[in-house]
């Protein structure tokens, strides 16, 4: 007998989009029925899903919960909505795993920076979970030692910052040459290195020749944190990592043409790397800066111009944005609209429970694709996930969205997206191999709030050294 059967609705398989139903043993995906099929058999719930659309959850691989926000004229930072308010926002819209970041400060033994973030989220989500490593400043020699085993651990992903972002917040940037050994270190690992890539010389010249200008609004945000800076930024870095046999890249944030441009070069030369979009980049221009309000649409880097929002758009079919992420940093409408300067605009927006509808309103052509490419690879690619939407997959990670109408919960009252901020409370590694399936549970937690006894879900996972060499990505 079955848990659950999910009838009547179309689901989005790996092989594509048709009516089928799913049935449930255990919270895993045990088979996948004509319509009408699976219901003889037994099942202590049905979900009829008729006239929708049966998908897999959203993976959305880039948040800060819980993170300081810097107040202009305070000497204390506020901080973002917790893992609680923020998972529960993320499953009214249809995302089921978060990847957060756990800040490595190069004076703090790696291990006990881990656990200190694992602490705030045990308990404390409604969904699935897993940890970037945050490497900033310069990595002291027991961090570097202590990644090979946080690695094998399962947090196989490492974030590091090639500029400080803005001149008030030091500390941030990782030099090259640390970013060399840290490659080494995970390539020897099979880790894959997420960077968040912008030229320190050119964003912080900018800052001085605009303040030194007295042209310091945040509409001017675009010609610190420009295009070319991100071109020079990605190129180095990509050159530096195809230099480290067995090195993979996952390029957050990719905001302009220039980058876009970048990753499309190297994966056209078999290189194993990987761009992630915003929804913000993909739905605004630095010309909303300009609208009231306009700090809202902020994030870092600036917004762009419109033939950036075209060929980002355009890389989301030819494959060099592989994810697209919120960079959720929830709080409330004034808290982001708090800043007026290019020094102290607020970074991040609450868009984890819109992103879903958002861009399947936008996007969707092929269903199976949207799926693929925007919920499931973007978590293969960090090692945190179980085969989504397929048999032995979890059940947990899928979500029934009607078909394409007004997104529910956002659209309300207003166009969706300019409902992004308008938030109090929730509610509403490669290529080939490196998304092996096999590859995708490690690292994985789940928690339930006020249920301390649930055990997290960790499973031992194959690592097997990444091929180099392009092949089909796998749901």
């Not at 449930?24 to 659309?53: C, E, M, N, T, Y």
């Not at 590091?160 to 020897?188: C, H, K, S, Y």
């Not at 708090?338 to 991040?348: A, N």
Request: hydrophobic share 35%; net charge neutral.
């Amino acid at each position: 007998m079955l848990d659950l059967v999910v009838t009547g609705g179309t689901a989005v398989l790996p092989s594509g989009a048709q009516a089928a139903d799913i049935g449930v043993v255990g919270g895993k995906i045990a088979a996948i029925g004509a319509p009408g099929s699976l219901q003889p058999a037994g099942a202590a719930r049905i979900v009829d899903a008729s006239d929708q659309i049966v998908m897999p959850g959203g993976v959305d691989p880039h948040i800060h919960c819980s993170m300081p926000i810097p107040f202009p004229g305070r000497n204390e930072d506020l901080l973002s909505a917790p893992p609680e308010q923020v998972s529960r926002a993320a499953l009214h819209g249809g995302t089921t795993t978060l990847l957060d970041f756990a800040q490595c400060p190069p004076d703090q033994p790696l291990q006990q920076s881990i656990e200190l973030r694992q602490r705030e989220w045990a308990g404390a989500c409604y969904c699935d979970y897993g940890f970037h490593l945050l490497l900033h400043g310069k990595p002291s020699q027991g961090v570097l030692a202590a990644l090979p085993e946080a690695i094998q651990d399962g947090h196989a992903s490492v974030k590091m910052f090639t500029t400080d972002i803005r001149p008030n917040r030091q500390g941030r940037m990782v030099q090259f040459g640390d970013i060399w050994e840290v490659l080494q270190i995970l390539a020897a690992k099979g880790g894959i290195a997420a960077i968040h890539a912008e030229d320190n010389d050119i964003v912080m010249h900018m800052y001085e020749k605009l303040i030194r200008e007295d042209r310091v609004g945040f509409e001017n945000m675009a010609e610190v944190h420009n295009t070319l800076s991100e071109d020079l930024s990605f190129n180095r870095v990509i050159r530096l990592a195809e230099n480290v046999e067995g090195a993979a890249l996952y390029m957050v944030h990719v905001s302009a043409a220039t980058g876009a441009a970048a990753i499309a070069r190297s994966r056209a030369q078999g290189f194993p790397i990987y761009g992630e979009t915003l929804h913000q980049y993909l739905l605004y221009t630095a010309e909303d800066y300009k609208r009231a309000g306009g700090q809202m649409y902020h994030t870092y880097p600036s917004l762009k111009f419109a033939k950036d929002q075209e060929a980002l758009w355009a890389a989301t079919g030819h494959g060099a944005i592989q994810a697209i992420a919120t960079d959720e940093v929830c709080c409330p409408l004034q808290v982001k609209l708090q800043g007026r300067r290019i020094d102290d605009t607020t970074g991040g927006n609450s868009g984890v429970e819109p992103r879903l509808s958002l861009m399947y309103t936008h996007m969707v052509v092929q269903p199976c694709r949207f799926c693929r490419a925007r919920l499931v690879e973007c978590g293969a690619h960090h090692g945190a996930l179980s085969a989504k939407g397929s048999v032995g997959g979890r059940l947990g990670c899928r979500h029934r969205a009607p078909r394409p109408t007004r997104p529910e919960g956002v659209a309300q009252g207003g166009s969706a997206r300019d409902r992004l901020h308008a938030v109090g409370r929730p509610r509403s590694r490669r290529l080939a191999e490196h998304d092996d399936p096999a590859r995708q549970n490690r690292g994985r937690q789940r928690r339930v709030p006020c249920e301390p006894e649930r055990r997290s879900v960790s499973t031992t996972q194959d690592r097997r050294r990444h091929s180099r060499t392009p092949g089909a990505l796998t749901a």
